[in-house]
């Protein structure tokens, strides 16, 4: 354990180790986390220096210093760290743009590959950070974006190594996130925090957390069946569960659909127009397994022929042999034909007429075979439609195999 964390193995319980082993757990199993560099190399000051030696032609030079700052401004938002910008003397941390062999034994590979690495904390080339010159360097979402390729080094620049996190800035592969303002992950902040100690925020900042399939307390924005397999929405991930897997894939909802936005209220799937659509605010999106289609997000009061008092959907499920689309909001539902296009007549109905014992307002629902799967908080009920009533209650992640967790 000592080896992982990077700590000088001793066998024994020092406090440093001890520091780690109390690291709170949440009863979920730790398959992810930060990692710190080997022998935990650290800057034993706060104030830091940085330099911009040189700059890429690919951008102006205010969107160069504009997305170094920014960068910088992710870690020192979250420790007690500060950066301040040097053009006279030498730097802590220098920062250039270089191509292919550029005399530090780690060449450059030319487009793609390797885009940028940065030095652990030490004199000299110690925190530098180099970025491949035959990149294209963006402010946008085309590949790649020097703000987030840039915080990302500035993590190794700090010490960080990498981490195992999918939703975290120090995983290993160059992700999406939000274009000018970082999301980390807590498990990036309290890799920072665990050397730095925490920032001088009076407001400790907090991070997104990576939900974890088998964590007792997940509960699910929305969820939707996509070509036989189940999408269950979190934040800005989403657990994909096939019948056919044992394991939930557990990803960044950009991944799939990148033109989406976080936090999905709601979402179905049309099973006889193959498509999904996805709900949050009043607003929606029609996608495929693949892509989201142009001229999206729409309204939902044209399409639909919801009144204006609805502002959001809570949750919602279409049935394949009906064409009937059915949305749950708060004690309502209202029921939706996809053949006709049009809401059907005497919606909206109370909930509790139709649906017994799911209680009002639901997170999520999702259909298997001839059942609803109604969630709310860390509850599930499966709803027989036949029987009209609920024929069991669950755990919200009974889809997962959780064996003993
Ligand atoms: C990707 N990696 C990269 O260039 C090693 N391929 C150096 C290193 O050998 O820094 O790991 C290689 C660097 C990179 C990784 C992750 C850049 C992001 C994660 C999340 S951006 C929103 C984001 C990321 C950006 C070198
Ligand atoms: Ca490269
Ligand atoms: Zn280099
Ligand atoms: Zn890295």
Known sequence: MQEFFGLKVTGKPDAETLKIMKRPRCGVPDVSS?????????????????????????????????AVRKAFKVWS???????????????????????GDHYDNSPFDGPNGILAHAFQPGPGIGGDAHFDEEEKWTKDHTN??????????????????????IGALMYPSYGFSDLNNIQLSQ?????????????????????????????????FDAITTVRGEKIFFKDRFYLRKSPYEPEAEVNLISVFWPS??????????????????????DKF????????????????????????????????????????????????????????RSMDAGYPKPIINDFPGIGSKVDAVVNDNDFFYFFRGTRQYKFD?????????????????????
């Not at 500035?154 to 996190?165: A, M, R, V, W, Y």
């Not at 989406?260 to 605010?281: M, Q, S, T």
């Not at 024929?391 to 997962?400: D, Y």
């Open 34 to 66: 930060f990692t710190i560099t080997e022998g935990n190399p650290k800057w034993n000051k706060k104030n830091l220096t940085y330099s911009i030696e040189n700059y890429t032609p690919d951008l102006a030079w205010e969107d160069v210093d504009d």
């Open 77 to 99: 938002d979250v420790s007690p760290l500060t950066f301040t910008k040097i053009t006279k003397g030498e730097a802590d941390i220098k920062i250039s743009f270089n191509y």
């Open 144 to 165: 790649y974006n020097l703000y987030h390729v840039a915080a990302h080094e500035f993590g190794h620049s700090l010490g960080l190594g990498h981490s195992s996190d």
């Open 187 to 219: 498990d990036d902040i309290d890799g920072i925090q665990f050397i730095y100690g925490p920032s001088n925020n009076p407001d400790q900042p907090t991070g997104s957390r990576t939900p974890q399939a088998c964590d007792k307390k997940l509960t």
């Open 260 to 281: 989406l936005p976080n936090g999905i209220e709601a979402a179905h799937e049309v099973r006889e127009k193959d498509i999904i659509r996805f709900f949050k605010d």
């Open 285 to 340: 999106w029609v996608a495929t397994a693949q892509n989201v289609f142009p001229g999206y997000p729409r309204d939902i009061y044209r399409t639909f022929g919801f009144p204006r008092t609805v502002k959001k959907i809570d949750a919602t499920v279409s049935e394949e042999y009906t064409g009937k689309t059915y949305f749950f909001v708060g004690k309502n539902y209202w029921r939706y034909d996809e053949r006709k």
């Open 385 to 405: 439609l036949q029987a009209k009533r609920v024929i069991a209650v669950m755990k919200t992640n009974s889809w997962f195999n959780c064996g003993a967790y």
